[in-house]
């Protein structure tokens, strides 16, 4: 039986880009990003398709008792790039849903940052916004004057009651092409052309990482 290169869909080929390649890029992206990122639904759930077809083949493989010595260690090789792939996949879910319980209240008082989130990764926000809020009133809130028994900003509290991402947070961008002019808080206009890379507020470049024209180092 000779089947075993045909499992190999994650291999590079070429220089070309991979599902795989596009995925790490979001996880560092996601990672180095102090807000939360739209989510990469589709190319998520066609890695994980490929893991379970992958998988299944392995399997099959596996229990064929023809195959040679040499077939059966290509077979192992495919089965730990199946778990490398299953590493990125598990990190980069962790650090959506590390970002996801950080920011909770914030994200359920804009909507904007919901429609970058799954239908699952909302609901785990809502549910997680309802818990801490039961357990502050219960543990604080509730003893506190009526005035200040909330968690509003209303009127406004320093620090603020309401965790946002701190967008003025510095990080490392790697223009994969060449972008247009952005501009520094000085004003001063900053070139970035492809393979540059520059130490700068994320909010200068935020839109340039969303658009996938530079990502994060």
């Known amino acids: 039986m000779r089947a075993v290169p045909a499992i190999r869909a994650f291999a590079q080929d070429g220089g070309i880009e991979t599902p795989l390649d596009q995925l790490i890029r979001h996880w560092m992206n996601e990672r180095h990003a102090p807000d939360i990122l739209p989510a990469q639904e589709d190319l998520m759930n066609g890695i994980l398709d490929s893991i379970r077809r992958q998988s299944e083949i392995v399997h099959l ?26 590493f990125v996949v598990r990190a980069c879910v962790c650090t959506r849903i590390y970002k996801i319980e950080k920011y909770a209240r914030f994200i359920m008082t804009n909507a904007d940052v919901q429609t970058r989130l799954t239908a699952a ?16 009133y219960t ?41 247009p002019p952005v501009h520094l808080p000085n004003g001063i206009p900053l070139e970035m052309e492809k393979d540059y890379i520059s130490l700068t507020q994320y909010s200068i470049v935020e839109h340039l990482v969303v658009r996938g024209e530079a990502e994060l180092v």
């Open 121 to 136: 990764e909302q609901a785990l926000a809502q549910r997680h916004a309802a818990l801490t809020d039961r357990h502050y």
């Open 139 to 179: 543990s604080v809130l509730q003893s506190l004057p009526e005035k200040q028994a909330h968690l509003d900003d209303t009127p406004i509290f320093v620090p603020p009651m309401v965790t946002e991402p701190d967008k003025t947070r510095p990080v490392f961008v790697h223009a994969l092409q060449d972008c």
């Open 61 to 86: 493989l596996r229990g064929n008792t023809t195959m040679s010595e040499d077939e059966h260690i290509r077979i192992t090789l495919v089965q730990t790039e199946i778990e490398r792939v299953k």
